[in-house]
């Protein structure tokens, strides 16, 4: 009888054109990870996925240190050095990715970014026409952590979640437990782009940051802040640091919006963060930008000047 099965099963294949078989082989070989992604839709992700599309300079590069290819990315990642050489397609721009442009590359996998609107948008007819779409929203370091070890497990490399993960952890987390000991600053974080400037509260990437090193942040407290950036209110709290952080296109006009609203305003220099030197300018790459492998690197910045002068 078995004899029998073996003959069929071999009369089967020669009946077979060579696509047919390889078709059949990749259907009963390819692994998928399956996981639920940061939009709370269930996805199956098949194994080191060959053309993959990420529509965030930011997610690419959490991709590419997990050890993944790109076929294409949006121009942000050009912009940032992220994605070089003719090999990686432009897809647009990080608010609004052209699907044209996408489809085009006939992509296995698109990683999107949740907190985008216009990413969002490409749900529907990504998943519609059976392209496997993944959403990820990166807004502290345990969300890194988190994208980071799905990327590697989609593409089987836990030795760089390792490197570029666990070793960051071990160095941000004996950070943070220094500055438990510490007494807690009160601290002011703005946020300047070329049309104003805006306070920030824990809620956000960097000021999730700073709260993890024992800040308390008076615009958690003060929640007009966010709606109306008083400067009655900043010297009535007068804040130990003062921490801003720029963003837009233009570092140059987020600089001069400053100029022109604080630095100008008369009152500015009656701060005290301002007469002991503790209004800073941090770094946009760290604290704007999603700062990837320099997680460390930022956290450690920051128990600098909290602390350790």
């Known amino acids: 009888m078995k004899i029998w099965i073996v003959i069929f099963i071999l009369l089967m294949l020669v009946g077979c054109t060579h696509s047919e078989i390889e078709e059949v082989s990749f259907i009963e070989f390819v692994e998928f990870i399956e996981f639920v992604d940061d939009l709370g839709h269930i ?17 690419a590069r959490v991709w590419q240190l997990a050890g993944g290819i790109l076929v294409g990315t949006t121009q942000d990642a ?13 897809i647009g721009s990080l608010h609004d990715p052209n699907l044209e ?5 006939e992509p296995d ?7 985008l609107a216009g990413n969002v948008r490409l749900y529907e007819p ?9 959403y990820f929203a990166v807004d502290s370091f345990e969300d890194y952590l988190a994208t980071l070890q799905h990327c590697a497990n989609i593409i089987g490399r836990q030795d760089l979640a390792e490197r570029y993960g666990t070793t960051l952890r071990l160095r941000i987390d004996k950070l943070r437990g220094q500055a438990k000991n510490e007494t807690s600053p009160t601290i002011l974080l703005l946020r300047a782009s070329s049309t104003g400037i805006e306070a920030r ?19 958690d407290s003060e929640t007009s802040l966010l709606d109306n950036l008083s400067m009655e209110v900043i010297i009535q709290e007068d804040p130990d640091f003062i921490f801003a952080v720029t963003m837009g296109t233009s570092e140059e006009d987020a600089l001069q919006t400053l100029e022109d609203i604080l630095f100008s305003n008369p009152a500015w220099a009656s701060l005290s963060a301002v007469q002991n030197g503790r209004y800073i300018m941090l770094p946009r790459d760290l604290f ?17 000047i909290l602390y350790a002068n």
Request: aromatic share 4%.
């Open 43 to 59: 996805v199956k992700v098949p194994v080191n996925p060959q053309r993959v599309i990420v529509a965030s300079g930011s997610l």
């Open 78 to 90: 050009f912009n940032n050095g992220i994605a070089e050489g003719n090999i990686v397609v432009n």
């Open 101 to 105: 442009q996408i489809l085009a590359l």
């Open 109 to 115: 996998l698109v990683i999107l970014s949740a907190n």
């Open 126 to 134: 990504l998943s519609t026409l059976g392209i496997t779409v993944v």
């Open 201 to 219: 509260n824990s809620n956000t990437m960097a000021g999730n940051m700073l709260k993890n090193m024992q800040v308390i942040n008076i615009a």
């Open 288 to 304: 704007h930008l999603q700062p990837n492998d320099r997680w460390a690197e930022a956290y450690e910045m920051l128990w600098e």
